[in-house]
């Protein structure tokens, strides 16, 4: 798979220093995952789950929530958001118009 962009993904996380282990471990496994469906994803990763067009990942015991969009044809994952559990809670995320 291939993260787009994951220059932001760390730009948003970087105010959390506690999480850049498991995000690391997330993109390394990313970056050779060959997904072919959420399934596959939670073959890996069984806290993931899909939520209208987004796939939510679980990041550091629930502290965190990782939105990213997938397209499994062209194996390439779009990253959306990185928010604490209270952020995601506000559900103010769900206003992107890909949703």
């Known amino acids: ?37 959420l399934i596959d994803v939670q073959a890996v990763y069984r806290d993931a789950e899909a939520v209208s067009n987004f796939t939510v990942f679980n990041i550091k015991g629930n502290k965190y929530r990782l939105i990213v969009s997938i397209d499994y044809e062209e194996q390439v994952i779009y990253y959306k958001y990185f928010l604490t559990h209270a952020e995601y809670d506000k559900e103010q995320w769900k206003n992107d118009p890909h949703y």
């Open 1 to 37: 798979m291939h993260l787009i962009t994951i220059s932001n993904l760390r730009q948003d996380a970087a105010p959390y220093p506690d999480v850049q282990k498991q995000l690391k471990e997330w993109y390394d496994i990313v970056k050779t995952a060959e997904w072919q469906s």
